[in-house]
């Protein structure tokens, strides 16, 4: 069964950092690209950064672009978003999500119905 579950999330400061991480199972994680989303109270959810299968190619949400970092490992079946100089409106629980790609190595998914599996969610609070 495939399954993954994120956490680092809690209460930061603004200004401050964090470090997200989504643990995956059942997955050959070479085969997948991954990606971070996240949803805002009473806004839509969101991407914030996605990877490619290779780790090649990487986007990232125009908000975040500078202040957050998505990487992976495959060996330890984990995807990590590191985020610094946090803002009030980070504010979010933040999703972690998996992308079956079949052929492009390098292809990064932008859109949510491209992810096919996700996690529960962390709660990002950024706040005085």
């Known amino acids: 069964q495939r399954k993954l579950v994120e956490s680092g999330g809690g209460l930061v400061e603004p200004g401050g950092s964090l470090r997200l991480s989504c643990e995956t199972s059942?997955?050959?994680?070479?085969?997948?690209?991954l990606g971070w989303f996240r949803q805002a109270p009473g806004k839509e959810r969101e991407g914030v950064s996605s990877?490619?299968?290779?780790?090649?190619?990487?986007i990232y949400e125009d908000s975040v672009k500078g202040r957050a970092t998505i990487s992976r490992d495959n060996a330890k079946n984990t995807v990590y978003l590191e985020m610094h100089n946090l803002k009030p409106e980070d504010t979010a629980i933040y999703y972690c999500?998996?992308?079956?790609?079949?052929?492009?190595?390098?292809?990064?998914?932008?859109?949510?119905?491209?992810?096919?599996?996700w996690g529960q969610g962390t709660q990002v609070t950024v706040s005085p």
């Open positions: 059942g997955f050959t994680l070479d085969r997948w690209a």
């Open positions: 999500a998996a992308a079956r790609i079949y052929s492009d190595v390098v292809y990064v998914p932008q859109q949510e119905s491209e992810f096919g599996y």
């Open positions: 990877i490619s299968r290779n780790g090649a190619n990487i």
